[in-house]
């Protein structure tokens, strides 16, 4: 029998509790809730480190940001290193690339035989944000139209919105087409990612419907992360970004419906077998606790979109052990029937979507850091370990502030139970030691080192046929409903 197609979507930023079938009641996503019913859902599958590019990389090469060398989002991995989408190509695939997967650097493919929509955000050392700005039509100083994610909040039109529908229409473009090789289509979009813009009539939706987690703000914040994440507790800005961003989520999942259907038709079209993948490279914060974006183990965070459906995976199953975004490329490969990527970290899930049993005794790992503070300048580094129904936190030079959490008993990790259950956290720490092998005094000077080549290719000049320009429409300003107090 012929190779199955494989399409992948990603998106950027999509917390897996913004989700109709992960049991949010408010958000409409009925064309994940579908795809979920049609496959199999991943309930707890975490990203590997909850920032874009490391994320990305770790996905594409199936091993933590710390063993692929990419802990930054100005840290491009290395053109030498195997990933999955090399994997497919040597096994006789196509791989296509439409439109974002954040590489950094001159390479934009690693692995990808071709491009078929170009990149919006950042792909060379060198993209100041004066020149960012004016290439993708933003309005202001930095990507997020000013000096933080809260700058912009609303309803309207924004370059986020734009790509996507540019990224989703070539998709189905090239959907409609015939093919001799076996098909990897990987289709990256930009949201639900900020500036928290969403269509006005889903902005208006939310807007009085939303939920506000003001019962949050009084948790503990952990001290290695106390005053270096983006942070405002004023109401009206909570709701504004959570309707923005549920608003931003239903439209995502409009343009998830849209590749679907055009995957499924292709498939019939051509008499093929295929299968779908829908994940998220990590979650969005969206006012829990009073913070915006990612960069924290929290769940909204961490906790990620990950369901396989088509032909051989397993209708209507719902996994409940831990598993990682690392695990996308080992298990596509298996899938393929093509060699892994080596040296991974990830693992394939195979056997769990075709009939196997469940792994509930699994550990995954996430890190984040390891570079320089972008607030304080100072060095830092943790480590997440998700196992069962608990999660435990380790960073850096802050020992005596490790926790954990039983998140089957209090889902908004507000109490801290190390001291009740010594024995699970030991247990946990001690795995920590197995699966990050790099030692921390490695991974500062891999930082150090980072810093002063960045001093070389900032200074850089690269131009590139890969990327997308901002279309007029997307240049104006939305319908600005509140501004951040940090930002006014």
């Not at 399409?7 to 994940?32: C, F, K, M």
Request: one cysteine or more; proline letters at 5%; hydrophobic letters at 35%.
């Amino acid at each position: 029998m012929s190779k199955k197609d494989i399409l992948i979507y990603i998106s950027d930023q999509h917390s897996w509790q913004q989700q109709g079938y992960a049991g949010d009641r408010l958000v409409r996503t009925p064309n994940l809730d579908r795809i979920a019913a049609s496959g199999t859902v991943m309930m707890n599958s975490y990203t590997s480190y909850p920032l874009c590019v490391p994320a990305r990389m770790s996905m594409m090469s199936g091993q933590l940001a710390s063993h692929c060398g990419v802990m930054s989002n100005l840290a491009a991995l290395d053109s030498n290193r195997v990933t999955f989408a090399h994997c497919l190509n040597a096994g006789g695939y196509e791989t296509i690339l439409c439109g974002r997967m954040h590489f950094v650097g001159p390479d934009q493919r690693h692995g990808f035989s071709q491009r078929i929509a170009g990149e919006q955000t950042p792909i060379f050392h060198n993209r100041p944000n004066a020149a960012f700005a004016a290439e993708r039509g933003v309005h202001d100083k930095t990507p997020q139209g000013g000096v933080s994610s809260l700058s912009v909040i609303g309803a309207g039109n924004s370059p986020t919105l734009e790509y996507d529908r540019y990224v989703v229409s070539e998709a189905v473009s090239y959907l409609s087409g015939c093919y001799n090789a076996p098909q990897l289509l990987c289709v990256g979009t930009y949201g639900p990612h900020h500036p928290y813009v969403a269509p006005k009539e889903l902005y208006e939706y939310y807007l009085e419907k939303v939920d506000i987690p003001d019962d949050t703000f009084d948790y503990p914040e952990h001290p290695a992360i106390n005053g270096k994440i983006l942070r405002d507790c004023d109401l009206e800005v909570i709701r504004a970004v959570r309707a923005s961003y549920y608003g931003m989520v239903e439209f995502e999942d409009q343009q998830i419906g849209i590749v679907y259907d055009a995957f499924c038709d292709y498939l019939k079209r051509n008499e093929r077998e295929g299968i779908f993948v829908y994940v998220s490279d990590h979650g969005e914060q969206a006012g829990y606790r009073g913070y915006y974006g990612k960069g924290t183990f929290y769940e909204p965070s961490a906790h990620i979109p990950m369901i396989f459906t088509g032909d051989g995976i397993d209708k209507g199953k719902i996994l409940q052990g831990a598993t990682s975004l690392m695990d996308l490329g080992p298990t596509i490969c298996d899938l393929a029937g093509t060699m892994l990527p080596p040296d991974a970290d990830g693992v394939s899930v195979y056997r769990q979507l075709t009939g196997g049993p469940d792994n509930t005794e699994r550990m995954v790992v996430s890190e984040n850091g390891g570079e320089k503070d972008y607030f304080s300048g100072d060095f830092s580094y943790g480590q997440m370990v998700k196992w069962k129904q608990y999660k435990f936190i380790h960073y850096y030079g802050f020992d005596e502030a490790d926790v954990l959490y039983d998140l089957a008993a209090d889902s908004n990790e507000s109490q801290n139970i190390i001291n009740m259950h010594l024995d699970i956290a030991q247990k946990m720490r001690n795995y920590l030691k197995v699966a990050c092998k790099l030692p921390v005094y490695e991974i500062k000077a891999n930082a150090d080192k980072l810093e002063n080549n960045l001093k070389v290719l900032t200074k850089c000049s690269f131009d590139s046929d890969e990327r997308w320009k901002a279309p007029e429409c997307a240049r104006h300003n939305p319908e600005f409903i509140v501004k951040s107090k940090l930002t006014k």
